[in-house]
Nanobody, 115 residues
Framework: QVQLVESGGGLVQAGGSLRLSCVAS????????MVWYRQAPGKERDMVAQ???????NYADSVKGRCTISGDIFKKTVYLQMNSLKPEDTAVYYC?????????WGQGTQVTVSS
């Protein structure tokens, strides 16, 4: 059974940094993409950043220049380095992986940015 586990969330002051981690387990298959999403209370879940097996990355406009996705998709591990955090970055951050055509979700990690 495929599982995604996120970690690294927490409470940080505006302007601070956090590094989120996501590890997939339960399969030997390689993901084709791994994506970070976030969902704030009362809002839809939105893509934050993604990385493909070829190393291509893509970011939401709201985080460009402040966030970096990295990791080894073949080892099923990705990170999201978030700098210059703003209160509007407060959300539950979810990791998503596409493996053999199926999308899997983690349980999420809370990021709270205080002003």
């Amino acid at each position: 059974q495929v599982q995604l586990v996120e970690s690294g969330g927490g409470l940080v002051q505006a302007g601070g940094s956090l590094r989120l981690s996501c590890v997939a387990s339960g399969t030997i298959a390689r993901p084709t993409t791994m994506v970070w999403y976030r969902q704030a209370p009362g809002k839809e879940r939105d893509m934050v950043a993604q990385i493909t097996s070829s190393g291509n990355t893509n970011y939401a406009d709201s985080v460009k220049g402040r966030c970096t996705i990295s990791g080894d998709i073949f080892k099923k591990t990705v990170y999201l380095q978030m700098n210059s955090l703003k209160p509007e970055d407060t959300a539950v951050y979810y990791c998503n992986a596409r493996i053999l055509g199926t999308y899997y979700w983690g349980q999420g990690t809370q990021v709270t940015v205080s002003s």
